[in-house]
């Protein structure tokens, strides 16, 4: 059975840095994209950032460039999103997702990211930057 349990939320003052982890179990990473999404209250869930599970490719989007970075560790089943210079707008309940799907189309579904594409989701984690 497909697990994601995602680890790592909390409260952090702007300009502060979180690091979220997404361990998962029931599959293997190679076969697989992993994405972040996130949702703010009152808004719809948008695509963060993505990995592509055979190759390593990774997605950001436009926001969160430059500030936050993923990566996996494959030997671990695990994939972790490290997120620096924090913003309010960042403020979100944070998910990673998985995806399966031939390892030649796996970074174009990253590079896409949506979230109808992602079958299984983890419980969330809620990130609140606020001073």
Not at 44 to 72: A, L, W
Request: proline content about 4%.
């Amino acid at each position: 059975q497909l697990q994601l349990v995602e680890s790592g939320g909390g409260l952090v003052q702007p300009g502060g840095s979180l690091r979220l982890s997404c361990a998962a179990s029931g599959f293997t990473l190679d076969y697989y994209a992993i994405g972040w999404f996130r949702q703010a209250p009152g808004k719809e869930r948008e695509g963060v950032s993505c990995i592509s599970g055979n190759d390593g490719r990774t997605y950001y989007t436009n926001s969160v460039k430059g500030r936050f970075t993923i990566s996996r560790d494959n030997a671990k089943n695990t994939v972790s999103l490290q997120m620096n210079s924090l913003k309010p707008e960042d403020t979100a309940v944070y998910y990673c997702a998985a995806v399966h799907g031939p390892p030649a189309l796996l970074f174009r579904t990253c590079m896409l990211l949506q979230e109808t594409d992602f079958g299984s989701w983890s419980q969330g984690t809620q990130v609140t930057v606020s001073s």
